[in-house]
């Protein structure tokens, strides 16, 4: 066959691999989450023997799940998969709704009841995201308090029958990080489940010793072999992404979270929810 003969059939094969790889990153993968085991203690802080901790964050649920991928039905089936491996604590770092505001129908009021659905013997926590305080804060708040989801805004809270402290930082993308704030409550020495929504309050938090987890950067959403996550919003560096980040000696867990932002797409990032162990 000659040169020209074969100009065709490459343009074929180009074509399908790019209508697989859309198919896969817009259709495929941002709805195939997984469930991630992690450990719980570290050589620095040897955590209660059967402990367990579940992580959720950036459900970014909707009406346009087309677009915005959660919709009610999806999320209340993650929510029963978490129920089904019965956490002792769980804990959701963050922007629970998708959108800004005026351009998502679903109420604050709907998300809550939703997520209100989890169940945990000593506490289901969390902070409040970016999204969140665009929708409105002060009323997301109010409604995951009405659902019985404690909500902590640069504040800790003792967990029951354990002398670990759940530890809430505001989120700094939006100005509401105060970690010195979040941790004045807690005894010298205790040790911690510190969770915060934008993963650079971490650079400037007190050390702690326990468990530290972050969400907000959806791993970047799409990840590149060799390189890494495309893009990361806010201040923290593009390393600190998605996964277990190690800085001055102490380590922290950015998850991928469950949503998505901005476009539909993940490609080598699946969305997860994650059980600490």
Same mark, same amino acid.
């Given at each position: 066959?000659? /040169?020209?003969?074969? !100009?065709?059939?490459?343009?074929?094969? *180009? #074509?399908?691999?790019?209508?697989? +790889?859309a198919?896969?990153? =817009?259709?495929?993968?941002?709805?195939?989450?997984?469930?991630?085991?992690?450990?719980?203690?570290?050589?620095?802080?040897?955590?209660?023997?059967?402990?367990?901790?579940?992580?959720?964050?950036?459900?970014?649920?909707?009406?346009?799940?087309?677009?915005?991928?959660?919709?009610? /039905?999806?999320?209340? !089936?993650?929510?029963?998969?978490?129920? *089904? #491996?019965?956490?002792?604590?769980? +804990?959701?770092?963050?922007? =629970?709704?998708?959108?800004?505001?005026?351009?998502?129908?679903?109420?604050i009021e709907e998300?809550?009841?939703?997520l209100?659905?989890?169940?945990?013997?000593?506490?289901?926590?969390?902070?409040?995201?970016?999204?969140?305080?665009?929708?409105?804060?002060?009323?997301?708040?109010?409604a995951m308090?009405?659902?019985?989801?404690?909500?902590?805004?640069? #504040?800790?809270?003792?967990?029951?029958?354990?002398?670990?402290?759940?530890?809430?930082?505001?989120?700094?993308?939006t100005?509401h990080?105060?970690?010195?704030r979040a941790?004045?409550?807690?005894?010298p020495?205790?040790?911690?489940l510190?969770?915060?929504?934008d993963?650079?309050?971490?650079?400037?938090?007190?050390?702690?010793?326990?468990?530290?987890?972050?969400s907000?950067?959806?791993?970047?959403?799409?990840r590149?072999?060799?390189?890494?996550?495309?893009?990361?919003?806010?201040?923290?560096?593009?390393?600190?992404?998605?996964?277990?980040?190690?800085?001055?000696?102490?380590?922290?867990?950015?998850?991928?979270?469950?949503?998505?932002?901005?476009l539909?797409?993940?490609?080598?990032?699946?969305?997860?929810w994650?059980?600490?162990?």
């Open positions: 066959m000659s /040169e020209g003969g074969k !100009r065709p059939w490459g343009r074929v094969v *180009a #074509a399908f691999v790019l209508a697989a +790889l198919a896969w990153g =817009f259709v495929i993968e941002p709805r195939w989450v997984a469930a991630r085991v992690e450990p719980l203690g570290s050589a620095q802080w040897p955590a209660p023997a059967g402990l367990k901790v579940a992580v959720a964050g950036d459900w970014h649920l909707s009406t346009r799940s087309a677009w915005r991928i959660t919709s009610v /039905e999806r999320a209340a !089936r993650i929510v029963d998969e978490i129920n *089904a #491996a019965q956490p002792d604590v769980v +804990l959701l770092p963050g922007d =629970f709704l998708a959108g800004s505001g005026d351009d998502e129908e679903l109420s998300m809550a009841a939703v209100g659905r989890l169940k945990a013997p000593q506490g289901v926590y969390a902070v409040l995201g970016n999204h969140d305080w665009w929708h409105d804060g002060t009323r997301t708040a109010k308090t009405a659902q019985g989801i404690r909500v902590l805004e640069n #504040a800790s809270v003792r967990l029951p029958g354990h002398d670990i402290w759940v530890v809430g930082i505001g989120d700094h993308s100005g990080s105060e970690p010195m941790l004045a409550g807690v005894p020495g205790a040790a911690t510190v969770m915060m929504h993963p650079f309050s971490f650079a400037t938090m007190p050390r702690t010793q326990g468990l530290v987890v972050a907000h950067t959806h791993g970047g959403q799409v590149i072999p060799g390189y890494g996550a495309l893009i990361v919003p806010g201040a923290a560096p593009r390393e600190w992404a998605y996964g277990w980040i190690a800085h001055k000696d102490r380590r922290m867990y950015v998850t991928s979270g469950l949503g998505v932002s901005i539909p797409v993940r490609f080598n990032m699946r969305p997860e994650v059980m600490f162990q």
